[in-house]
């Protein structure tokens, strides 16, 4: 089965050797996205968590999809206090950008990660 990769340097850019995406058949594969070198790097919790799925958002809109093809996320965070203290406002931005389709999301409690500023990293799979 051929296999595309993809890069997104406008929407998401990679900070070493690896593909933003990977498209398999009707699968496609997200590494993991985070605020990096936006204006949300250095804000709260919530604003990289809308900053982090607008630009998985935005990659499912370069090729054609839509936030309803993500099945599944993996959810890595930094603060899981700061996850559970803000919980109203992560649903919000959840509902905001699934439209009550919502993948299957593992939330993991993760050490900081090189860039300490993060506090969320997510990655998708989609089908197309």
């Given at each position: 089965m051929d296999k595309e990769y993809k890069l997104y340097p406008d929407i998401a850019p990679v900070s070493s050797h690896y593909s933003r995406a990977v498209r398999v058949g009707n699968m496609f594969f997200i590494a993991g996205c985070t605020a990096n070198d936006s204006p949300a790097e250095n804000e709260g919790f919530p604003s990289q968590l809308r900053e982090t799925l607008g630009r998985i958002k935005a990659i499912m809109e370069a090729e054609g999809q839509t936030m309803d093809d993500v099945v599944k996320l993996t959810t890595f965070v930094v603060?899981?206090?700061?996850?559970?203290?803000?919980?109203?406002?992560?649903?919000?931005?959840?509902?905001?950008?699934?439209?009550?389709?919502?993948?299957?999301?593992?939330?993991?409690?993760?050490?900081?990660?090189?860039?300490?500023?993060?506090?969320?990293?997510?990655?998708?799979?989609?089908?197309f």
């Open positions: 603060d899981i206090e700061g996850w559970a203290k803000n919980r109203v406002e992560v649903n919000s931005i959840f509902e905001e950008m699934f439209q009550g389709k919502y993948p299957a999301n593992s939330v993991i409690h993760v050490a900081p990660s090189l860039k300490p500023s993060l506090t969320v990293e997510i990655e998708a799979i989609a089908m």
